[in-house]
């Protein structure tokens, strides 16, 4: 059995006195459908960012398929789309 397909590992961001992700740990599994639901102002967003590459983490690391991708621009980053809109989901 591989590992995941990502892994953070003690992500943390902070804007000023603001802290907007604290400490997350996430594993997501190859071919795994994921979804992140959260309280508006609660990290999600920046997290998607700091996946995407357009956050720098203040702390932590983010791993795909294995490789650490600190210091990766976004347009070398095997990630495609993130979906963040409740048109998707017209239930909430």
């Given at each position: 059995?591989?590992?995941?397909?990502?892994?953070?590992?003690?992500?943390?961001?902070?804007?000023?006195?603001?802290?907007?992700?604290?400490?997350?740990?996430?594993?997501?599994?190859?071919g795994e459908l994921?979804a992140l639901l959260?309280?508006?102002?609660?990290?999600?967003?920046?997290?998607?960012?700091?996946?995407?590459?357009?956050?720098?983490?203040?702390?932590?690391?983010?791993?795909?398929?294995g490789r650490d991708?600190?210091?990766?621009?976004?347009?070398?980053?095997?990630?495609?789309?993130?979906?963040?809109?409740?048109?998707?989901?017209?239930?909430?």
């Open positions: 059995m591989s590992g995941p397909i990502v892994r953070i590992e003690g992500l943390a961001k902070r804007f000023g006195a603001i802290t907007a992700v604290d400490g997350v740990n996430l594993d997501i599994a190859r994921f959260g309280g508006s102002g609660c990290g999600k967003t920046t997290l998607l960012r700091m996946l995407a590459g357009f956050e720098t983490p203040d702390a932590g690391r983010i791993l795909i398929d991708m600190t210091g990766v621009p976004p347009h070398l980053r095997p990630v495609n789309m993130m979906f963040q809109s409740y048109a998707l989901f017209p239930h909430m």
